[in-house]
């Protein structure tokens, strides 16, 4: 009897570490953004680091939807600022969606930091990254993050059978994603419709994932990042000297001459998919459709969990921006062009 109780003790140990240890593990990340249109994304991607050096994340890939000029060399600069210059990096192999920088902070960080891809054409193409790095992870693990157009996620349920795995871009997804939590869509002052930038810019696309993504989908919609403001503590601080991050936020916030903050869109996003909603956020469900002009409309169903508050903005932005103040691990040395 005392064996058998020794034993049950111990398989009750056992057991109480191994949930600690998955509770614990970190979120395997594919980052999907349009950054260089916005500055925001640069703020999700310091938050991503912060995640990944705490334990909580890890970065599989970071992968553009945007075409334009700047987008794969801005992700290598931040990639490498980190101290992990050899993650992958992804770009949609199109002529559009292309969006530019409007305050020309991309530009300067590229000139300034060091960095390995140094135009679009260096980095692989997104739907072939992904299958790549989804086909080698376990089954129903991967988070991926979605901060930008659904134009790479609609070529990958597109896609076929390959050299990576003999499943179809939905199949699978189906078997390696976990959940695909995107900053996309709004309710508008109706509640039922609202023109979102990352829906309308590919409309189509948006349509595809809408309908034939089949993992679960949180939505942190317009309204939520809009009330939460952050840099200018980031940009304040004096302690951060040498910072991509801060160079980003410093420039553009300059040029906008904005002295209250940026609408902290893409971070909600990260924030959700990392640690949950709770305590931040509570969510509803409900069911969107995409129509031809971008414009989201709420039709009856539960298909998405739509984030709602459950924090005041301001005390979710505190957070926030405490992680996008978050430093290299190793210090990358900075060369001055």
């Known amino acids: ?27 395997p990340v594919i980052f999907d953004t349009d950054i260089a249109g916005d500055y925001d994304d640069v703020g999700a991607m310091a938050m991503l680091y912060a995640f990944a050096d705490k334990g909580e994340a890890k970065i599989l890939a970071t992968i553009s939807c945007n075409a334009f000029e700047t987008t794969a060399p801005t992700i290598s600069v931040i990639n490498t600022y980190f101290g992990k210059p050899n993650i992958p990096i992804g770009i949609v192999k ?12 991309a530009q300067a960080i590229i000139a ?11 980095a692989v193409e997104a739907v072939a990254l992904y299958r790549k790095v ?17 134009t790479n996620l609609a070529d990958l349920l597109r896609s076929g059978a390959d050299k990576y795995s003999k499943l179809d871009g939905e199949q699978l997804v189906k078997k390696k994603v976990k959940q695909l939590v995107s900053m996309a869509t709004g309710v508008g002052t109706d509640g039922k419709t609202f023109s ?10 948006a349509q595809k994932v809408f309908k034939d993504w089949p993992t679960p989908i949180t939505l942190s919609g317009f309204e939520i990042g809009e009330k939460i403001l952050t840099g200018i503590r980031l940009i304040n601080n004096t302690s951060i000297k040498n910072s991509s991050v801060k160079d980003a936020f410093q420039i553009a916030l300059t040029k906008d001459k904005n002295t ?25 469900k409900l069911n969107m459709e995409i129509k031809d002009n971008g414009t989201d409309v709420v039709v009856p169903g539960e298909r998405f969990l739509y984030l709602q508050f459950a924090m005041q903005p301001g005390d979710i932005a505190k957070d926030i921006e405490q992680l996008m103040m978050h430093q290299p691990v ?7 062009r």
């Open 196 to 205: 979102e930038y990352n829906v309308n810019v590919d409309a189509a696309s």
């Open 134 to 150: 989804l086909a080698k992870q376990a089954d129903g693990s991967v988070t991926i993050i979605s901060v930008g157009f659904f």
């Open 1 to 27: 009897m005392k064996f058998k109780s020794a034993l049950l003790i111990l398989a009750f140990i056992f057991n109480l570490n191994f949930v600690k240890a998955q509770k614990h593990s970190p979120v």
């Open 112 to 122: 300034k930091y060091p960095h390995n891809i140094k135009s679009n054409s260096q």
């Open 330 to 336: 190793k210090k990358q040395r900075v060369i001055y």
């Open 94 to 105: 199109k002529d559009k969606p292309n969006k530019d920088c409007a305050q020309q902070w």
């Open 260 to 284: 209250t903050g940026r609408n902290s869109w893409d971070e909600t996003a990260v924030l959700t998919a990392i640690r949950g909603p709770k305590p931040y956020f509570t969510y509803r």
